[in-house]
């Protein structure tokens, strides 16, 4: 499992999750602590801490930094409706020239509610760092063509499918919440063939993820396991296994046969082949 900090108002989850992993040698993957108070840039300190925490061995991945994060109906409400970050500042280039040679992914987390203002931002950041792999976690909550568009153009990104089950996300902006993408599967919990067709394409970059990340999403841990088991088993068995654990386990070197992280994509990143290859 695939698990990280959070920091918040006064919370903060560092310890909390260093201890789970004392407690279970093996079973988790430690990232980086998330931020919310982060603004513009990223926070000097926070590079400096996270590369330390690299460099020690606490962390895997970073993740995962919130770019863009509209406000949401339960949460903190802000006086500009979101939280941005610009990924072309200079503490986005710091960390990842810090990080080059360590093979440790950058979790980046923007939504696809203001698309023309964020992709060609993030689309600079994916090429100007090839050999660094990013992942998008919730998939952006973009729409399936988006969500192509990117991965065909940068071999270097992969995205986690979390929340896709259903965007009920509770966004407090009506014009954010329309400018979303449509979930992966229908009221009957039939997948869409749009997704369909996406998931198969890019089966080798993207994995399940379930953002338990509060109280009331991991009350719903079953319940959502259970609905992906019945998204997964509507593709071909062999993308459900990459998507569920598989991909996971290539990404943070679980398998003796993974790509190095850092190493190019192998030809068939860019979802050609639904065979063989979070």
């Known amino acids: 499992m695939a698990l990280f900090a959070r920091t918040y108002r006064r919370q ?4 909390v999750v260093a201890q789970l992993s004392r407690d279970h040698p093996g079973f988790l993957v430690v990232g980086s602590p998330k931020r919310f108070d982060m603004r513009g840039d990223l926070d000097s300190a926070y590079v400096s801490d996270t590369l330390n925490g690299v460099a020690a ?20 409400q802000t006086s500009t409706g979101e939280r941005y970050i610009d990924p072309l500042q200079p503490q986005t280039a710091r960390l990842i020239q810090g990080l080059a040679g360590k093979q440790v ?36 909550v973009a729409s399936s063509s988006q969500l192509a568009g990117e991965l065909q153009a940068h071999p270097n990104l992969w995205a986690t499918l979390s929340k896709k089950e259903n965007l009920r996300l509770g966004f407090s902006d009506a014009r954010q919440a329309e400018a979303l993408g449509a979930p992966l599967m229908d009221d009957c919990g039939v997948l869409d063939p749009a997704w369909l067709d996406v998931m198969v394409r890019f089966h ?39 998507i569920a654990w598989g991909n996971a386990m290539r990404l943070f070197g679980g398998d003796s ?22």
């Not at 509610?113 to 976690?137: E, G, K, M, N």
Request: no cysteine.
């Open 12 to 15: 903060d989850g560092r310890e």
């Open 57 to 76: 061995g606490r962390y895997a991945f970073v993740g995962e930094i919130l770019y863009t994060h509209g406000d949401k109906e339960v949460g903190e």
């Open 105 to 140: 992914p950058i979790f980046t987390h923007w939504e696809a509610y203001d698309w023309a203002r964020d992709a060609p931002r993030f689309d600079t950041l994916y090429s100007r760092y090839p050999d660094q792999v990013f992942v998008w976690p919730h998939a952006g």
């Open 204 to 242: 080798d970059r993207l994995m399940f993820a379930t953002d338990a990340h509060n109280s009331r999403r991991w009350s719903r841990y079953e319940e959502i396991v259970r609905t992906w088991r019945r998204l997964l088993a509507q593709l071909p068995a062999d993308v459900a296994k990459e």
């Open 257 to 278: 046969r993974a790509t190095t992280v850092g190493s190019p994509i192998p030809a068939s990143g860019k979802g050609d082949s639904a065979e063989g290859k979070k």
